[in-house]
């Protein structure tokens, strides 16, 4: 804790402010649990921030799972596949990158970093056109490589990483473990990685949510709703109510939307204490 | 007191990236051991990035000819075209807009928040932490069409709102559609960048706080001479990476083009432009110029704001 050691008098009116900070931000999430307990036509009838006439909460449910035969599940499934082996693998690559480059001194050390930072410069979004022309000749648009491989990459994480490991890998220890006769790589896995632990889970975290949420890449490389994450299916979803043969289904994408953000939810309140700690020492350094 | 802060701005950040060797530090290989672990993250690195950014820069420089299928080289054709393309300019000039607009309005809420937080004078202080950083949890298309349904006069929050005030806004007519997606990116991010602020605020060492306690220094104070020095850097974080997803707003006009296909036109950020030149008129090499050069503006805005931070941070 790095407060005044008069301890200040806690404020109302400050608590106040920020309380209608708060209420900004829940608005809108108070807006969508309420509205996924509606039919389709309350949800044009009543109130916003109120309930509807009749409670339609599971049977919201229950259509959103089997609409089309289930595809939403099968959404579900996609994505934890892409942010398993997407995420997982990033984080991995972006805690050994940032350990290579804080405790190694290797030729072309300085020019890896300089490439990365210059690319990262370049927006991905930008990026995203070209890479879609390349995969379509590699073969492999339209298919869970296509955003599997471009998720690996989190130069942020690579960042973060970095800086937390310059701190929290004593050199003496790496010493005594080669003292010890042990290879780089056993070191890596046996010492390395239980040191890294707070740093790796900040920045698992916030690959998962940069899978969980990616949009653009796999609106661009798939054409097959098959392989949607559900982002592109409840966009497809919802532009379902415009067009010649609109079929709005605006209660299935307000259920669907509450059921893709509460894992996420959970999951930052359940490892909260971690990526709190891991963010705090990988802060940007002054 | 002044002391603790010029402390602070000595230690400076690292530029460059590479960190210079502390004396005294000892290194542990200097071998070619470290490409055991960097090498697999600049393999796949090397495909997705450097080859898309190498392929773009190809593409550009050719263009389809009009009967037989095949390209012919155009040299630097396309990036003439690109600059005196008033769809690509009407697109820049609205980011940049938001830029200047969006940015400062989202940094400034979330740098009150993170002093508030840090300030020790909140009731639940971490709870409030918690629940402003949640909107960054909320997939930006999720927070889009949800939005997007608020803002909608059908669904009767806006319409509840306007009744409320005595208003008539349509968030989504043309005059307020740039203000209502500005909104949406701040409340995706606003929480992101606290927590950017927070953090580098809970590195500042206690005993500074104490010094300028016993010299007398007053909360404001403090705020002015201790914590907004020591957030310098996070703040030039937090603005460059605002500049590059401003220049990238892509999501939110993009789905709001569903509901509201009059008022968002195909080219009304250049990503948005890109992305239909490639998938609504197959013009490849043109949408790849679009995208190089929107990638170079961003690099250079970027650079030139980091530019002046570090100045700034000379001084």
Redesign the interface.
Known sequence: ????????????M??V??AL??L???V??A??VL?ATKTQDD??S????WVGDEFAFFSNIRDTLTYRDGIFLRWLANTLLYVVVGAGGATL??T??G?????????G??T????????V??????????????FSNMGLTNTVWAII??S??SPFG?YLMWVYA?DAVP?EL??AARIDGAG??RI?FTVTLRLLAPGIVTVLLFTV?ST??N??LPL?MLSEPKLYP???G??QW??QA?GANAQPV?NL??TG?LL??VP??I???LL?RFWQSG??AG???? | MSQGVTQLESRGETRGGARQPVPGRRWSRTDTKGWIFVGPFLAVFALTFLAPIGYAAYLSLFRAQAFFGTTEFVGLDNYVQVFTDDKFWDGSLRVLLFFVVQVPIMLGLALVAALAIDSARLYAASFFRLVIFLPYAVPGVVAVLMWGFMYGTNFGLAADLNDLFGTSIVPLSSNWMLASIANIVTWEFVGYNMLIFYSALRTVPGEIYEAAALDGAGALRTVLSIKIPALRGAILIATIFSIIGTFQLFNEPNILRTLEPNVITTFYTPNLYAYNLSFGGQQYNYSATVAIVMGLLTAVIAYAVQLRGSREAMK
């Open positions: 804790m790095s407060t005044s050691p008069l301890a200040p008098r806690r404020s109302p400050l608590t402010l920020m900070f708060l900004y931000t829940l809108p999430l807006w969508l509205s949800l044009f009543s109130p916003g921030l690559l972006a050994a990158a350990y290579g480059l804080a405790k190694y001194r290797f030729p050390r300085r890896v970093f300089a490439v990365i930072i210059g690319a410069a370049v927006p991905g979004t930008a990026l995203a056109v070209p890479t879609f022309l390349m491989i471009p690996l990459i690579l310059a050199d790496l010493e780089e790589i890596f949510v969980w949420n949009y653009f661009i559900l982002t592109v409840l966009t919802s532009a415009t605006y994408v307000v939307s893709t953000i996420l939810v999951a930052f309140i909260q963010l705090s802060s940007v350094k002054q």
